[in-house]
């Protein structure tokens, strides 16, 4: 087992890119082994056993053998960064944990997604 964090993302969604860059500068600032793996590499998704349309459709982190996806994955995430831990916790309460994974898992993560079909469609 990896001591590593390892997130699972879309490099060629302009929103995620931006976004994993920012944790990417703030985990190496403050030395936390994490991993970022480009859900478009073939030998990555089979790595993680996930296939690259499940990877489109939401974010994926992986600690200690443990897949997480969604906001349980950002959590994750965020928990491992210093600067993002109170996110982390915020998010983690009860009630603004489950307004935060409705919006997720039925506004953010399909937009993401369609966008992402869309980018395909275009070449």
Partial sequence: ?????EVLYNASCPICSREVDHYAKLSEKAAVPM???DLGDPSKL?????TAE???KRFHVRKA??????IPAFIVLW???PQTRWLAK????PGIHWIANKVYDHIAAPLLYHLHLRRQARG
């Fill in 65 to 70: 053998g443990q897949t997480y996806a969604g």
């Fill in 1 to 5: 087992m990896r001591d590593e964090t």
């Fill in 35 to 37: 991993r970022f793996d």
């Fill in 90 to 93: 915020l998010i983690s309460v």
């Fill in 79 to 81: 928990q491992d960064i």
């Fill in 46 to 50: 089979r790595d993680w056993g996930i």
């Fill in 54 to 56: 499940d990877a489109a």
